[in-house]
Structure formats: structure tokens, C-alpha cells
């Protein structure tokens, strides 16, 4: 005997799953987005590549009413074959292109190597008279326990050390983007360079080289500790002789390696040697480090940029982060276990440099985490929620982006629910989202359509889906 009509109907609709209604964000306050370019849009000679088929992509983003571009300037493309000898003539030609299309201009200082990490697609090394010095002085790069020296980036030990053809790492850098500040003087007085980001460590974050895919790190390893440079080294003894115990003038010896988990270790395990006297007086001079080089390279940069809004990175470092000693941020300098916020301090020194804070990994899930790599007790949602209010509680602005590519709806949502948190009541936002990354992908078919949808709800705009306008001609 056949089920009743009914039955099927009532079957059909209890086996549909639940679909919570989506939170309108029409009315809510305007969030700027921009859209990353692709990372080899400039040669190394410092060319435009392929620059008909890049004003297509442009012209696309414009339609969708995007409100700007970001772009890196990299450092080893710009200053490449001797000191102060800077070659911006790509850039001009790509500015330009930007400016004619009424968009606007997030520009990056980006000071470190681009290759080897997650979704690079070309290298860009640093400067050949850099490399050269690095030959016979490879102590000027950050040197993990064994030995390794890592050429992503300078080690910040050098920040006031005369070993680069007799100036510091930090005099290179305000030279860089003094010639920047020059050279590109009309952009910044017509308003079309809304945004300099200043590149502070690898991938321009702020943070240690602690996890390189290079050095054979993989996702969820704990990373290593980064000062084994003669300068570092050499700093962290002058503290130990400060506070009166010379002998621990050394890193750890029981940290792991780079793709240890915590519990596996002496240092990092609940318990573990991090939280004693020594670990605590370490990671204070360890963390402290890597703020003391965000405070000289942002003081120079408000030198250089004087008026214009500049900005530092911060990477989303998520694994572990439900572990007592947040070991992959302690290795990275975050010195954030669960008993101490290990963000306000970094946030305070943005503050006194009229600093906004860029921040990653805003569209992941803590539960899609979980659920592909449940051993690595991320908790992206939980870091995301903890910096943000630091940044916000000293008062900065906050901008963002995403860590991984986005195309769905899903993701989107989440962005939108972390730019404009619900219920907040000082009505706080991000300050502006940059999309990572522009590609044929994101510009096809119900890719960009999402993407434009996903546009209009960050700018609090009304959106009517196809649905919700055939249901209002009934």
C-alpha cells in the first residue's frame, strides 16, 4: 500500500535540515573592501605583467563596487641590485591603472622574501647586495637551534646593528619608504593611497619565522623558537646578566622541534617548564623582542608617512590555542598562554604609534577545524574574538582578512558576523576587509556573484536575492 500524500509531505519537510534565517545587514555601519592582487603582478625587473588582462580583472571588481585595491611592494624587486638604488617603475604603471578606475590603493611594505609559504606562486627574493652580505654574515637572518638560517627576513637583532653596507636594518627601511613617500607624492595628496601596511616579519606579519614550510614544518607542529642569531643570542645574555641569573642567558633545550606537539615536550606540556621562573623571564624577552622591533620600524614609518593611515599585520596563529601553554604562538612571540593576554601589550604599542592592527582568519570555523584536524585543538573563533577586543579596548581600528580562499556563502557569513559583531554595544567593526586573493576563480560565474552580494551586505546595503524578489511580485 502507498503512503499517504500527506505522510510523504510531512516526511519530506521533518527530513529537511534546520536553516537558521540569515542576519540581515542592511543598515549596519560601512566596511570598506579591497581585493589582494595577484602576488607576481609586478616581474622582477620591476615590470607590469601582463597589464591588459589585470585592467579586465580591475574593471570587474569595480563593477562589483569593491572599494579599493591591495598591493605589495616588494623590496626585492624595488631595490634589487644595490643599496638606495630603487627602481619603482611597475608600480607607476600599475598606480596609475588603479587611479584611472576611481579605486583605491592599500599598499604593502613588504620587506621579506615572497616563496615557500601556503599560496605563494612565485619567488621574489630579498635584494642581491642583501643575499651578498648574508653570504659572509649569515647571522643578519633569523637562525633556528640547529643552525639553519632562514632568509625569508632580516633578524630583528640587527634593528641597530651597522652591518648592511654601514646602515641598520631599521635605516634601510625608512630609506625604502622615505623614496616611496617621494616618488608616489600625488597618490598620497589626492587621496588614492588610502592605507600603507608596513611589512614587520615574514609574510609582513609581526611575528618569528617559527613555522617555515622550508625547514620542514608541517601544520599542527608547535614551531621553534627564532633568536639563535649571534645578535639575539647575544641580547638575551645582557637581560639574563640584568636580572642577575647569567646562566639563563640560553633558549630552551626542551622545546621540541617544529612539528612537535606540546604535550610531547618538557617546555610546552601542562605543567611544563614554560610557566617557571626561567620560562616566564625567556618568553618575556622573547615576545618582548618582537614588540621593541614594531615600535622602532612604525615610529619611522609615521616619519615617512606623515598623514597617512598606516597599519601592521598580525598573524592568526589558531593550533593549540586550547592548550594551557599556546606553544605554536609562544615560538611565533605571541606570549599568549591562557593565563596571560598576550595581545594588549602589542595592541598598546600600535596605539602609540596611531597604528591599525590587520588581522587573519576571520572566516574560519573552530568546528571545521575540529573536524579536519581535531588534534591540533584549534580555536580560530576564540583567537579571532581575543584580538580583536584587545585592538579595540586600546582603542585602534581594526582591519582584516581572510586566511584561506573564500567563494561560499558560509564563509562569507562569518566574515561578516566577526567585521560586525551582533549585540555589541559600542557598536564596534572592522575599519576596513581585504580579500585574499584576486583570481580568475573568485571573478567566474556564481563566484563573483556571491562575492558581489557578499560587497553590498559589508557596505550595509540592501540585498534582494532572487528568491526573496520573486516572492515580493506575488
Known sequence: MKPALEDLESRDVADLPIKLPERDFAGTPYVPVYVMLPLG???????????????????????????????????????????????????????????????????????????????????????????????????????????????????????????????????????????????????????????????????????????????GWEYPGIGEFQCYDRYLMKSLKKAAEVRGHSFWGRAPDNAGCYNSRPHETGFFRDGGEYDSYYGRFFLNWYSQILIDHGDRVLALANLAFEGCCIAAKLSGIHWWYKTASHAAELTAGFYNPCNRDGYAATALMLKKHETAMNFTCVELRTLDQYEDFPEAMADPEGLVWQVLNAAWDAQIPVASENALPCYDREGYNKILENAKPRDDPDGRHLSAFTYLRLSPTLTEGNNLVEFERFVKRMHGETVLDKLTRDSNHL
Open 41 to 215: 603582478v609586478v616581474n622582477l625587473e620591476c615590470e607590469l605583467v601582463d597589464p591588459e588582462g589585470l585592467l579586465e580583472q580591475l574593471k570587474i571588481l569595480k563593477s562589483v563596487n569593491v572599494d579599493g585595491v591591495m598591493i605589495d611592494c616588494w623590496w626585492g624587486i624595488v631595490e634589487a641590485d644595490a643599496p638606495q638604488a630603487y627602481n619603482w617603475r611597475g608600480y607607476k604603471k600599475l598606480f596609475q591603472m588603479v587611479r584611472d578606475l576611481k579605486l583605491k590603493l592599500q599598499v604593502v611594505m613588504s620587506f621579506h622574501e615572497c616563496g615557500g609559504n601556503i599560496g605563494d606562486d612565485v619567488h621574489i627574493p630579498l635584494p642581491c647586495w642583501l643575499m651578498e652580505i648574508g653570504q659572509k654574515n649569515p647571522d643578519i637572518y633569523f637562525t633556528d637551534r640547529e643552525g639553519r638560517h632562514n632568509t625569508e627576513c632580516l633578524t630583528w637583532g640587527i634593528d641597530k646593528e651597522r652591518v648592511l653596507r654601514g646602515r641598520t636594518a631599521v635605516e634601510v627601511f625608512f630609506d625604502y619608504m622615505r623614496s616611496f613617500r617621494v616618488e608616489f607624492n600625488a597618490f598620497f595628496e589626492d587621496g588614492i593611497i588610502s592605507e600603507i601596511e608596513i611589512g614587520l616579519g615574514p609574510c609582513g606579519e609581526l611575528r618569528y619565522p617559527s613555522y617555515p614550510a622550508k625547514h
